[in-house]
């Protein structure tokens, strides 16, 4: 069974420039998270998407936003980027409604010039 | 709102059974805690998971008391491939509090 995927591995910008990140879950699961992991530091919560909706968001500015598709891939777009903006973008995915363990994929890495 | 608090970092030997505890003092009643590990630049990988009492697969064991205040993930005989940071989450998707609260990792190194 295939794991989660991301698209890109890396991803290079400038400042202003707007980033879009992918994510492909596990078959069969429903529920998409997006975190945020600058260098050396814990994983910062940005987003989750459960059946196409947005169920919660972190605390990060309206510029950070995303979508779920019905095959319930996920997009995460990030407008007017930023130099701090730089990390190492995870996307995790879980599947039915009762299970807690979340599945990461291997992270799409951002760089802002 | 609920936290979580683990050591920065551990040091260990091969062969050593590693604990890292992780504190979690407002718990909620529907919450579980899960354990996670992460190599460099790698998405964290699942290791276990538990509400209560004693879990224990192949790759570690957790332990949680009765309070479920804290919970103490337990490697025996680590390796140095077990060198990695690990990342304590208390949550659940249940019901109306969908809160996940990661801790900042506890980075283990392993040496020979």
């Known amino acids: 069974e295939a794991g989660v995927t991301q698209s890109p591995t890396h991803l290079i910008k400038t400042r202003g420039q707007q980033a879009t990140l992918r994510c492909s879950p596990i078959?069969?699961?429903?529920?998409v998270y997006w975190y945020q992991q600058a260098l050396g530091l814990g994983l910062q919560f940005l987003l989750w998407y459960d059946e196409g909706e947005e169920r919660n968001r972190g605390n990060f500015p309206p510029r950070f936003s995303g979508r779920q598709f019905p095959n319930y891939s996920s997009e995460l777009n990030v407008n007017a980027l930023e130099l701090e903006d730089s990390a190492l973008y995870l996307c995790?995915?879980?599947?039915?409604?009762?299970?807690?363990?979340?599945?990461f994929g291997p992270g799409t890495r951002l760089l802002v010039l | 709102l609920a936290k979580t608090t683990q050591p920065i970092s551990m040091d260990s030997y091969e062969g050593q059974e590693v604990n890292i505890t992780c504190s979690h003092n407002?718990?909620?009643?529907?919450?579980?805690i899960t354990w996670y590990q992460q190599f460099p630049s790698q998405g964290p990988r699942f290791i276990i998971q538990?509400?209560?009492?004693?879990v224990t697969n192949e790759v570690a064991s957790l332990f949680i008391p009765a309070d479920r205040k804290s919970s103490t993930l337990s490697l025996p005989r680590v390796s140095l491939s077990d060198t990695a940071v690990y990342y304590c989450?208390?949550?659940?998707?249940?019901?109306?509090?969908?809160?996940?609260?990661w801790g900042l990792g506890t980075s283990l190194a392993v040496n020979p």
């Open positions: 078959s069969g699961h429903t529920s």
């Open positions: 407002n718990i909620a009643t529907n919450d579980y």
């Open positions: 989450l208390v949550g659940s998707h249940a019901g109306n509090n969908r809160k996940l609260i």
């Open positions: 995790a995915s879980r599947g039915t409604p009762t299970q807690e363990t979340q599945y």
């Open positions: 538990g509400y209560k009492t004693k």
